[in-house]
């Protein structure tokens, strides 16, 4: 039995699932992420492309990623992408001055009594890789770009965003931090759709 859109709308609210943009595709609830086949019902392969970027978007937006991709070079830092105290800078290579490398105090993982967050590789993304404050349409042309996305392919951006442990740091940030949406592996399925999809972007 097939249920009428409205009647299937109302058991998805009620399990906490939402309808949205594109008309007939699955918003996943807050703190989630869709995984693609939600987006199978949008026929255009270009609007569906464009629909799994937007997905994906929810992670490269979040403080997560944005508190690390600033649009200077001052880090931000917590939920509220508060600058970074203290005041430290980017430095020539993204991790820090002279005078205060960025290892200084993130060690090689967090470190839960001072609510420091730690990876071996902790630094600041190059600053043409900046997207705090863009919007997901500006970061989708931007993250194709290979000299604005560290030289990378669309087949490396899959294992960047899907493999890499300091990207994948932003699902297990410790302390009072909110995670990125979903998991590292739900986003990779989106980033990987995303690119064998033709990498669209949204409007």
Same mark, same amino acid.
């Given at each position: 039995?097939?249920?009428?859109?409205?009647?299937?709308?109302? @058991?998805?609210?009620?399990?906490? &699932?939402? @309808?949205?943009?594109?008309?007939?595709?699955?918003?996943?609830?807050?703190?989630?992420?869709?995984?693609?086949?939600?987006?199978?019902?949008?026929?255009?392969?270009?609007?569906?492309?464009?629909?799994?970027?937007?997905?994906?978007?929810?992670?490269?937006? %979040?403080?997560?990623?944005?508190?690390?991709?600033?649009?200077?070079?001052?880090?931000?830092?917590?939920?509220?992408?508060?600058? %970074?105290?203290?005041?430290?800078?980017?430095?020539?290579?993204?991790?820090?001055?002279?005078? @205060?490398?960025?290892?200084?105090?993130?060690?090689?993982?967090?470190?839960?009594?001072?609510?420091?967050?730690? %990876?071996?590789?902790?630094?600041?993304?190059?600053?043409?890789?900046?997207?705090?404050?863009?919007?997901?349409?500006? &970061?989708?042309?931007? &993250?194709?770009?290979?000299?604005?996305?560290?030289?990378?392919?669309?087949?490396?951006?899959?294992? %960047?965003?899907?493999?890499?442990?300091?990207?994948?740091?932003?699902?297990?940030?410790?302390?009072?931090?909110?995670?990125?949406?979903?998991?590292?592996?739900?986003?990779?399925?989106?980033?990987?759709?995303?690119?064998?999809?033709?990498?669209?972007?949204?409007?």
């Amino acid at each position: 039995m097939t249920l009428p859109a409205a009647a299937l709308a109302g @058991l998805l609210a009620a399990a906490g &699932i939402a @309808l949205s943009a594109p008309a007939g595709t699955l918003a996943a609830p807050a703190g989630a992420l869709a995984p693609p086949d939600a987006f199978a019902a949008i026929a255009d392969p270009a609007q569906r492309s464009a629909a799994y970027f937007g997905e994906l978007s929810k992670v490269l937006t %979040h403080p997560r990623c944005t508190n690390c991709h600033p649009a200077t070079d001052r880090p931000r830092q917590g939920d509220s992408a508060r600058l %970074h105290q203290p005041p430290v800078t980017r430095g020539t290579d993204g991790f820090g001055t002279a005078s @205060l490398r960025c290892g200084t105090c993130h060690h090689g993982e967090n470190y839960a009594p001072a609510g420091v967050p730690g %990876h071996p590789e902790w630094h600041l993304a190059p600053a043409e890789m900046a997207w705090e404050g863009k919007s997901p349409a500006e &970061i989708c042309i931007q &993250i194709k770009d290979p000299s604005r996305n560290g030289g990378r392919s669309l087949a490396d951006l899959i294992a %960047h965003i899907g493999d890499d442990t300091l990207v994948g740091w932003a699902w297990h940030p410790g302390g009072t931090r909110t995670p990125a949406p979903g998991s590292q592996q739900e986003a990779k399925a989106l980033v990987k759709a995303w690119v064998e999809s033709g990498a669209a972007c949204p409007k």
